[in-house]
């Protein structure tokens, strides 16, 4: 059974910075690939970034690209999301997710297994 348990959200004000970790029990980690997304109110899930096994390949949506940085340690079974320059639209409950494959989909359904999210609240 894979869980994953997502922190580092709050609230910053426009223009600052957070760093979101995602941790992951159960063995296998380091063989798939992770990613992250995030839902506001009223609009469908995004993909932000995904991350190879190794974190050889990275993806980026073009909302987030310059400003959020995918990493991971797997020896720490943990993906993390830099976020600079957070803008008041950045606002949204954030997730991080399994892939089904060691290469990160480009899509929100290639992805199997959900944290629960955290919500991160950028005011103007």
């Known amino acids: 059974q894979v869980q994953l348990v997502e922190s580092g959200g709050g609230l910053v004000q426009a223009g600052g910075s957070l760093r979101l970790s995602c941790a992951a029990s159960g063995r296998s980690f380091s063989d798939y690939a992770m990613g992250w997304f995030r839902q506001a109110p009223g609009k469908e899930r995004e993909i932000l970034a995904g991350?190879?096994?190794?974190?050889?390949?990275?993806y980026y949506g073009e909302s987030v690209k310059g400003r959020f940085t995918i990493s991971r340690d797997n020896a720490k079974n943990t993906v993390y999301l830099q976020m600079n320059s957070l803008e008041p639209e950045d606002t949204a409950v954030y997730y991080c997710?399994?892939?089904?494959?060691?290469?990160?989909?480009?899509?929100?359904?290639?992805?199997?297994?959900w944290g629960q999210g955290t919500q991160v609240t950028v005011s103007s």
């Open positions: 997710a399994r892939d089904v494959s060691d290469t990160p989909s480009h899509r929100v359904d290639g992805y199997i297994y």
């Open positions: 991350i190879s096994k190794g974190g050889g390949y990275i």
